[in-house]
């Protein structure tokens, strides 16, 4: 049986990277043995790289790299070749490319703690859940 295919977003990513004592860490355990296959983006992944050269970080360019080592090689990477009609009204634009990945990848979850994200989840097909959600979710797959 294949393995779930989700996209994460990048809060959920990052602390999964980052913080390897966090409450995330299951997660990147979980794409580093295949357990779930992560969908990114050439948006999410800017995105994520954005986010992991905050100062607040404090990371090297050699700690960044390091990190996406222990992501990117484990993704399938999504070609979004236009934005899907249909899909939801989001209050955070920049939210939307969690979305639109999820749809045209055909996912089979979205992850996120994103509050904008969750607002949307009765409106949009593919299941948008909590890490714990998921955690939950994964149990029988």
Same mark, same amino acid.
């Given at each position: 049986?294949?393995? =779930?295919? +989700?996209?994460? %977003? @990048?809060?959920?990513?990052?602390?999964?990277?980052?913080?390897?004592?966090?409450?995330?860490?299951?997660?990147?355990?979980?794409?580093?043995?295949?357990?779930?296959? =992560?969908? +990114?983006?050439? %948006? @999410?992944?800017?995105?994520?790289?954005?986010?992991?050269?905050?100062?607040?970080?404090?990371?090297?360019?050699?700690?960044?790299?390091?990190?996406?080592?222990?992501c990117l090689p484990y993704t399938e990477a999504v070609r979004v070749d236009q934005t899907p009609s249909g899909l939801p009204s989001i209050r955070n634009a920049d939210d939307i490319i969690f979305l639109v990945v999820a749809t045209v990848g055909s996912a089979d979850a979205l992850v996120s703690g994103d509050g904008h994200l969750l607002a949307v989840k009765d409106h949009f097909h593919i299941p948008i859940l909590t890490p714990a959600q998921f955690e939950e979710w994964l149990q029988p797959h």
């Open positions: 049986m294949m393995p =779930p295919r +989700v996209v994460i %977003d @990048t809060n959920c990513l990052v602390s999964a990277l980052i913080f390897s004592r966090s409450r995330f860490a299951w997660l990147r355990h979980a794409w580093q043995t295949r357990r779930i296959i =992560p969908l +990114v983006s050439r %948006d @999410t992944a800017h995105e994520l790289l954005r986010v992991l050269a905050y100062p607040k970080f404090k990371l090297t360019r050699q700690e960044q790299d390091a990190l996406l080592a222990e």
